[in-house]
């Protein structure tokens, strides 16, 4: 692609002016509203997977490893130099109720993400969207199961990939606190390891991120055309960044904070920066096949122009 894709901060100004849309705020709304509600139902349920740091100095004994009880799991972790432990307590029932309630919500969020993207596009395209439409991704089977299957790939799959990117980090990380108990014991090679396990998970955390914005034209080409296939939806979601896969992760790198401060206020910080995230990525994936098509008929034009 030779022609020159817009400054994203043209692209951003855009996505910000589209997205007070009433038909974006709408199914923003719904879909954040509901997402915090099934944050306080997971709370509320018992199904949230805590960790605690404890101090050290009380539990001296501790050794870190994993320890199986009749009533489930605790991975303790031993940090000598803060003179900190992290445990992460697990009961069997919490387990269970982590994964029943996490497969319902994933059930409900999977085709309403679906619906609010469609609205989001129809905006985008100038078209009359409707808050109704979020419907057709529970009330038609065929769009139901692509929904799973495509938030699958971007919400299972793109994290099981990042937690097996992050364990040679953590088992670095390991070795340098269980080789340097104390600050006098301190060397060059608990400062290689320390830095090792830093730049590792960085590593692993871009790549993750990396991963999510290689499938994430897949969820948009579903939501700008459901009647696709699934086989098409893939192909065509890829081909739809292709030339500029780039340029498109840098894009969405300079969301970062957004998605950081989505974690921080566990979503609700979403009804801004899901419509703000999700149109940018929108428009630039558009103003992309826009260049593509202009470059693919200028050599029929010429040709035309020397006949």
Not at 12 to 36: D, S
Not at 41 to 68: E, P
Request: charged residues 15%; glycine residues 6%.
């Amino acid at each position: 692609m030779t022609k020159k894709m817009p400054h994203r901060r043209e692209l951003k100004i855009l996505a910000k002016r589209l997205m007070l849309n009433p038909i974006c705020m709408r199914v923003t709304f719904l879909l954040v509203g509901l997402q915090v509600a099934f944050y306080a139902l997971r709370y509320f349920l018992g199904a949230t997977l805590t960790y605690g740091l404890m101090d050290l100095s009380q539990y001296s004994d501790t050794v870190s490893g994993i320890y199986w009880n009749q009533e489930g799991v605790n991975i303790l972790f031993r940090m000598d130099l803060p003179q900190m432990i992290l445990a992460i307590p697990l009961t069997y029932q919490q387990i269970v109720r982590f994964l029943v309630v996490s497969v319902f919500i994933f059930l409900v969020l999977a085709p309403l993400r679906l619906g609010a993207m469609e609205g989001y596009w129809a905006v985008l395209r100038g078209d009359q969207g409707s808050v109704r439409r979020v419907g057709q991704w529970f009330r038609q089977p065929s769009r139901f199961g692509k929904a799973l299957v495509v938030e699958f790939f971007l919400e299972f799959f793109v994290r099981l990939v990042c937690i097996v990117a992050t364990i040679p980090s953590l088992y670095l990380f390991y070795r340098f606190y269980t080789t340097t108990p104390s600050v006098q014991a301190f060397t060059n090679t608990s400062a290689l390891l320390q830095m090792g396990a830093t730049v590792l998970a960085v590593a692993a955390a871009l790549f993750a991120f990396w991963l999510h914005s290689i499938f994430l034209p897949v969820r948009y080409c579903l939501c700008a055309h459901p009647e696709y296939t699934l086989g098409q939806t893939f192909r065509r979601g890829f081909q739809s960044a292709k030339g500029v896969r780039k340029a498109f992760f840098v894009f969405r790198l300079s969301y970062f904070p957004w998605f950081v401060a989505s974690q921080v206020t566990y979503g609700a910080i979403d009804l801004f920066a899901m419509p703000y995230t999700s149109l940018g990525g929108m428009v630039f994936l558009q103003e992309a096949a826009r260049i593509r098509q202009q470059q693919d008929t200028l050599p029929a034009s010429s040709e035309e122009g020397n006949s």
